[in-house]
C-alpha cells in the first residue's frame, strides 16, 4: 500500500518532471525538456532569476528588462514577448496541479485499500496526505505568485524525504497494527469460504487487487496522458523560446527550456 500511494502522490516526480543534480528534467515518452533557472509569476510581471542571480523581468505591456535595465524592443519583438509570457503564465501553473492530482489520486488508492482490507486507525495518514497537499501547494505559490525551478523543487524534495516519507510509513505500519485482527479475520474468512484451498484464495485475492486496481487505473491513465501532453506543451514553448532569444540577444542565459530531441 505504502509504494501505491507514494507512486501516485509523486507523479510529479515520476511521470513529467525528474529532479536532477543539474536542473529538472520534464519528459516523456514524446519529448524531453530540461528546465533550468527559476522563475516567479506575478499578475503584473514574469521574473526569471539565472544561476548568476541576475534578474530578467517581463511586465504586463510586453517590455523587457535585464537587472533593472529596459531593453529596447520593436513591436514585433514586444508582442514575441508578450505571447511567450502568457504561454509560461498559462502551462507552467499546470506542473502544480498534476502534483496535486496526484495526492487525490493517492488517496482514491488509499481509501479503495483501507476499504478492501477493512483497516483501522488512517486517521494520520489521511492526515499527513493533507499536509502533503498543502506543502505542494506552498512550494508553488508563494506570497501571490506562482514560483518555478531548481530551488523550490530542491526545497520541496528535501521537506518530503525529512518530514513525509518517514511520517507516512510510521502512519502505515501503525494502521496495519492496528488492523492486524479484523485483517486475520479476513483472511481467516476467506479461507473458509475457499474451502482451505490456496490457490482459490490466492485467486480471490488477486481479484480483489485487481478491482482496486481498475478502480485506480482510469484516473491515473488520465493523470499521465495529462502530463505527457504538457511535456509536448514545453516543447512547443521551448522551440518559440530559442526563437525568441536569437531575436533578442539580452535573453541569453536566462532560458528556462532545453529542449533535447530524441
Avoid: W
Wanted: proline share 1%.
Amino acid at each position: 500500500m505504502k509504494k501505491l500511494m507514494l507512486a501516485t502522490s509523486l507523479v510529479l516526480s515520476t511521470s513529467v518532471v525528474a529532479h536532477e543534480d543539474h536542473g529538472i528534467q520534464i519528459s516523456s515518452d514524446q519529448c524531453q525538456v530540461d528546465f533550468q533557472n527559476d522563475v516567479r509569476i506575478t499578475p503584473n510581471q514574469l521574473q526569471i532569476t539565472a544561476d548568476s542571480n541576475k534578474q530578467l523581468t517581463i511586465d504586463s505591456f510586453g517590455e523587457l528588462y535585464v537587472d533593472g535595465q529596459a531593453i529596447t524592443l520593436t513591436n514585433a519583438q514586444k508582442v514575441a514577448l508578450s505571447n511567450y509570457a502568457d504561454s509560461l503564465r498559462v502551462q507552467l501553473p499546470q506542473v502544480a496541479n498534476i502534483a496535486l492530482d496526484g495526492v487525490k489520486l493517492a488517496g482514491v488508492a488509499l481509501d479503495e485499500v483501507a476499504h478492501a482490507f477493512n483497516l483501522q486507525g488512517l486517521d494520520s495518514l489521511n492526515g499527513l496526505m493533507d499536509e502533503l497537499h498543502v506543502e505542494i501547494s506552498d512550494t508553488f505559490y508563494q506570497q501571490g505568485a506562482f514560483v518555478m525551478g531548481e530551488k523550490t523543487f530542491h526545497e520541496f524534495g528535501e521537506n518530503f524525504d525529512h518530514k513525509f516519507e518517514t511520517h507516512i510509513e510510521e502512519a502505515v505500519e501503525s494502521a496495519m497494527m492496528e488492523s492486524i485482527g479484523s485483517i486475520l479475520m479476513m483472511v481467516g474468512s476467506e479461507m473458509v469460504s475457499s474451502g482451505g484451498n490456496m490457490e482459490s484464495f490466492e485467486a480471490r485475492m488477486e481479484d480483489m487487487g485487481r478491482q482496486i486496481e481498475e478502480k485506480v487505473q482510469l484516473q491515473a491513465k488520465q493523470l499521465e496522458e495529462k502530463a505527457h501532453g504538457l511535456c509536448d506543451k514545453f516543447e512547443v514553448i521551448a522551440t518559440a523560446e530559442t526563437d525568441l532569444v536569437k531575436e533578442i540577444p539580452a535573453m541569453q542565459g536566462y532560458q528556462l527550456f532545453n529542449y533535447k530531441s530524441k
